[in-house]
């Protein structure tokens, strides 16, 4: 495959160096991209980067993981109104064995000539003096060069420090690195880091008479304005500890007729004819949501498992009403609590369901999910009242410890949407 009419048509490109393409048709080629170690899980605005790379190495390059270890201690003003917290090197080291763990399940480090290499850049900063690196880089780069950078320019009026004001610097220099050492020839980044990148391959230029390239990504945003990989709770995360796979699942199936189409072309691997495909149905049939089931099957496989794809299926179809008590019961308590969040909760001794409780008794009276006996038993003679997917058809009936899910918790529906979960303490 052709990498860059790859991220052509698949809309992942912004800018590009000229010969940048020329290289990549030339021979088999090294290029890196930066990960930002703020965190130990990266998000989904990450996965446009990690997809570049995936790309790449399907194409028969060789793609470098650059973890910012150093970076991270000074912090990039791009994009940003203020200057960001710095990290101590055990939260980086931390965050930086997230990260890696996270990588290795989308690229491959054990493949030969083109194996992924993953790097940390304070390997490199860590015993390199301020002096020594004010004369060996500092003297090529002029003052004015990096006044132009629009991550300067913008931050002149809210001021900025010497420290961030120096980061394309330390980011070039990287570059340079990189380059004199692994023969890496192109960086890849996000279309917010031209400057930095295009001050690296000046770097290489002054510093070594050398030639280096840059492509960048569009920023990803969302049709209706907001931010994408945001929700009401905040980021969507890669760690399924931080965004539980149903969540991560529901986040692409929700996505827009508009955002559905470009998504699929950036975040999955299906060909373009397979795209084309999909696209072409969903507009015939834009109600069966096929872009978007199928935008949210492949990333939720890709980033988890299968396994946990259909964990967020079943989970979706027992909210959803389709669902049943097999599936509920093999959810487990992360899952259960993510898919009800919000639903009121309450508690009973854990020894009352032990010894069994008449069903009238546990909602109407140790619980409040129905105010009184008589509207419980009016509600079970209309069929409304369901256990853990289960129509409930008596008022008899005595609800003991088999019935708890995880060995905690009851689920009860009240109509059609109403839901309630009981927790035994």
Same mark, same amino acid.
């Given at each position: ?98 990260? *890696? ?15 992924? &290499? ?51 610097? &330390? ?58 990989? *945001?929700?009401?709770?905040? !980021? ?17 199936? !929700? ?87 919000? &639903? ?55 609800? !003991? ?25």
């Amino acid at each position: 495959m052709n990498f860059v009419e790859e991220l052509k048509w698949r809309g992942m490109i912004h800018d590009i160096m000229p010969g940048s393409e020329e290289q990549f048709q030339k021979e088999m080629t090294s290029a890196y991209i930066g990960f930002d170690p703020t965190a130990d899980s990266l998000h989904i605005g990450s996965l446009v980067q990690i997809m570049i790379l995936v790309h790449l190495q399907r194409c028969g390059h060789k793609p470098f993981a650059l973890i910012g270890g150093a970076t991270g201690m000074v912090g990039d003003p791009s994009g940003r109104s203020e200057e960001r917290n710095m990290l101590s090197k055990e939260a980086l080291e931390f965050n930086l064995a997230g990260i *890696k763990k996270q990588l290795e399940k989308f690229l491959d480090f054990d493949c030969g000539k083109n194996s992924a &290499v993953m790097v940390n850049n304070y390997d490199w900063f860590k015993d390199y003096s301020f002096l020594d690196f004010i004369r060996d880089v500092g003297k090529h780069i002029t003052v004015n060069y990096m006044l132009a950078k629009d991550s300067v320019q913008k931050r002149l009026e809210s001021g900025m420090s010497f420290t961030e004001f120096t980061y394309q610097l &330390v980011q070039g220099y990287d570059f340079y690195y990189l380059y004199k050492n692994y023969n890496c020839k192109i960086q890849l980044g996000g279309s917010d880091q031209w400057g930095n990148i295009v001050t690296g391959t000046e770097l290489v230029r002054r510093k070594d008479g050398g030639q280096a390239w840059a492509i960048t990504t569009p920023l990803i945003k969302k049709a209706d304005g907001s931010k994408f990989g *945001k929700t009401a709770e905040g !980021n969507v995360w890669l760690d399924p500890e931080r965004t539980s796979p149903y969540k991560f699942y529901q986040y692409w199936i !929700n996505a827009s007729d508009e955002d559905a189409e470009t998504y699929i072309k950036i975040f999955t691997l299906l060909t373009k004819e397979e795209v084309d495909k999909l696209i072409e149905e969903h507009k015939q049939a834009p109600h069966l949501r096929i872009l978007q089931k199928r935008l949210a099957e492949e990333v939720t496989t890709l980033v988890h498992s299968k396994e946990d794809l259909q964990s967020a299926i079943e989970a979706s179809d027992i909210l959803f009403g389709k669902g049943t008590t097999e599936s509920l019961q093999r959810m487990d308590e992360k899952t259960i609590l993510s898919v009800f969040e919000g &639903v009121p909760m309450f508690e009973i001794e854990k020894s009352k369901i032990s010894l069994g409780i008449n069903v009238l008794d546990l909602l109407a009276v140790d619980t409040q999910v129905f105010p009184s006996k008589g509207e419980l038993r009016r509600t079970i003679q209309g069929g409304g009242v369901s256990i853990n997917k289960e129509k409930i058809d008596s008022e008899e009936i005595t609800i !003991n410890a088999n019935r708890l899910l995880n060995e905690k918790y009851i689920l009860v529906q009240k109509g059609k949407k109403n839901y309630y979960l009981i927790k035994a303490i």
